[in-house]
């Protein structure tokens, strides 16, 4: 049978096993965003953790590679107004895009101010690569407040930047920092100034992670009508960041608003509790059918990003975490097992998950402790190669119920090898 047969088949099967609730009524996505492109901020924005440190170039020309892999269309590599060690790394980034033709879109960040643009302009000069200008700028009326900026003195930052960007070739992406505490009357202003300065993307951020998935919309929406009202083809991405847990659905309710791009980190790593997590967003968008991609690079991406930074990927993070795809409960193994009884994979990996841990190449793994039945030691035997007796399964059973952890895998074994059951090398 073809791929595509198998898919159609494995799509029957699921309309038939599963009702999908997420798909009733007004609320299913679907085919209201067939495609949303996605923008990598990890080697910038992530950066900007407390808690993480700087991955070596190596490590970020890697984390590079696996961004282009997984078909993620823009990667911001940087702010290079910073000083000359990050025009270095920059420079070393855009050089790796051209050298070995990633597909990757490269972006820089800059503030409003020709000193952060210009070298972005002589990298783009050097390197032959049109590196966008991801330009920002406070809009919100505390900012202001707190910085005695007034409105005149914004738009003239606006329009400088945006213009000398342009005039020197570059593509520019125009971001109002906290637009989602900002007034309309000043983001009309703003956002107009920017698209009439000649910016052909402008962004929605939100800086502080102050939005619910409503504000989410009712922003995206108006700044789409704003920019749709100059006359000119621009698009809209959203900037989301997660200090009320919030980043990967406001991102969602985004894209449903019209938003046309996606921003995130890996891990969410990223300023206060960080930015939404890419990873996740990823797998979302596969799930609903806006992408379909190989993620089966997802869980090396996570790991590489956690080792490098130094930030621990907890145990239960969705999807990636030690626990994604493990289960030490007795009725959830039993539902497994029976399934793959059935010799149905497919089954077995979706009967107790909402997300099948083929997604990202990984298998449903059984544990064997206290909380388990004798379906869990089936599972775990059997996923081994190691055939069951009932004064094996007997001892195993007791021992999980006399601990108050799941069972090591040397434990297990440890039994086995005292009873003298054939163990496979």
């Keep these: 049978m073809s791929q595509n047969g198998k898919k159609h088949q494995q799509e029957q099967a699921d309309s038939e096993l599963i009702y999908d609730w ?3 009524g007004d609320g299913d996505l679907r085919p209201q965003r067939p495609h949303v492109e996605l923008d990598d901020e990890t080697l910038r924005d992530g950066l900007q953790s407390p808690s993480v440190v700087s991955p070596p170039l190596e490590d970020k020309l890697a984390i590079l590679h696996l961004i282009d892999q997984l078909g993620v269309e823009t990667a911001d590599i940087g702010l290079p107004g910073a000083g000359p060690h990050v025009v270095e790394t920059v420079t070393r980034l855009a050089q790796e895009i051209v050298d070995q033709r990633l597909a990757v879109r490269p972006s820089a960040a800059a503030r409003t101010m ?3 643009i210009q070298p972005i302009a002589e990298i783009t000069q050097k390197t032959g690569l049109p ?6 700028l406070g809009s919100s009326p505390i900012r202001q407040y707190a910085e005695a900026w007034d409105m005149d003195r914004l738009l003239k930052l606006t329009h400088d930047a945006v213009s000398f960007s342009v005039e ?17 009357e000043d983001l009309r202003r703003l956002y107009t100034a920017a698209v009439e300065a000649g910016a052909r993307r402008v962004c929605v951020a939100d800086t502080v992670g102050h939005s619910t998935p409503n504000g989410v919309r009712n922003v995206v929406r108006f700044i789409r009508e704003v920019v749709d009202a100059t006359g000119e083809s621009v698009k809209v991405d959203w900037h989301g960041h997660n200090d009320r847990g919030l980043g990967v659905i406001n991102s969602l309710a985004a894209a449903e608003a019209g938003a046309d791009g996606l921003h995130g980190t890996a891990l969410g790593i990223g300023e206060r509790v960080g930015n939404t997590p890419l990873d996740l967003l990823l797998v979302n968008m596969q799930l609903l059918g806006w992408i379909d991609r190989d993620l089966s690079r997802l869980p090396e991406y ?3 990003v956690s080792r490098t930074t130094g930030v621990p990927l907890p145990e239960n993070y969705p999807v990636f975490g030690h626990n994604a795809f493990r289960t030490g409960t007795g009725v959830h193994a039993s539902a497994i097992l029976k399934a793959r009884a059935k010799g149905d994979e497919w089954l077995a990996d979706r009967v107790y998950s909402g997300i099948p841990a083929s997604l990202i190449g990984k298998r449903q793994i059984v544990e064997v402790g206290p909380m388990s039945g004798e379906s869990n030691i089936a599972f775990w035997l059997a996923d081994r190669g190691i055939a069951a007796d009932p004064g094996l399964t007997e001892e195993i059973f007791l021992k999980a119920k006399e601990s108050d952890a799941v069972l090591a895998e040397e434990d297990i074994l440890a039994i086995c090898h005292r009873r003298g059951t054939a163990v496979p090398a």
Excluded: H, S, W
């Design 302 to 304: 996570c790991e590489l």
């Design 168 to 184: 020197n070739g570059l593509p520019v992406m125009y971001v109002t920092e906290d637009t989602t505490r900002a007034k309309p």
């Design 22 to 24: 997420n798909q009733a």
């Design 114 to 116: 020709r000193q952060d």
């Design 131 to 136: 590196i966008r200008v991801d330009c920002f």
